[in-house]
């Protein structure tokens, strides 16, 4: 345990754009997968670091402020993740587990998030702008004041889905189901 601490305690002292893959990939094999506070690679940049379904375990994961741009998640399992500001622009995240994700003000223009399971999430002032989020299953996600211009919604699920203060310019919402049961009330978004 003292080694992962003393491993974590290293790459936090390293600037943001210096994270080491060596180091990362030390750090996700020692990470212990029973924890439920999940590995914490808050504020780093893992644009280089390349995860794989079987040895990077990101549930529960505090990866907010990180950068992330240009990775392939697809179909990882990211359940109760913490994404919140992070760069996520150009990411593939197709067919991943997003349940009840904090992606609160991150940026995912031009993400794949096609067949991802985003139910419960959490998208306050997210950039969506030119994302892919066909076929998705969108239930009780909060898109309250998050960009979705020039998004593809098409037949994604957004059953009580919150859109409150959501911007869709030119969005696709193609058969999309349950939009009857959609949240729209009143909000004042930061910016607006």
């Not at 060596?22 to 995860?51: H, V």
């Not at 992606?103 to 223009?109: D, E, M, P, S, Y």
């Not at 869709?168 to 930061?190: A, L």
Request: hydrophobic share 45%.
């Amino acid at each position: 345990m003292l080694r992962i601490i003393l491993l974590f305690l290293l790459i936090l002292s390293l600037p943001l754009h210096a994270a080491n893959q060596q180091d990362l990939a030390q750090l996700i094999k020692m990470a212990n997968t029973d924890d439920k506070a999940g590995l914490d690679l808050s504020n780093a940049d893992l644009r280089r670091y390349k995860f794989s379904l079987d040895k990077s375990n990101l549930q529960n994961a505090n990866l907010s402020h990180s950068n992330l741009a240009t990775v392939d998640l697809s179909k990882m399992d990211l359940s109760n993740a913490d994404l919140s500001y992070a760069d996520l622009s150009n990411i593939n995240l197709s067919q991943a587990k997003l349940t009840n994700v904090n992606f609160n003000h991150a940026i995912l223009t031009h993400a794949n998030l096609s067949q991802a399971n985003i139910s419960n999430a959490s998208l306050y002032g997210t950039l969506l702008v030119n994302a892919n989020l066909q076929h998705a299953n969108l239930t009780r996600a909060d898109f309250s004041c998050a960009n979705l211009s020039n998004a593809n919604l098409a037949h994604a699920n957004i059953a009580e889905a919150t859109i409150s203060g959501a911007t869709f310019i030119n969005t696709v919402t193609t058969d999309m189901t349950h939009y009857d049961s959609v949240i729209d009330t009143h909000v004042t978004c930061e910016g607006k």
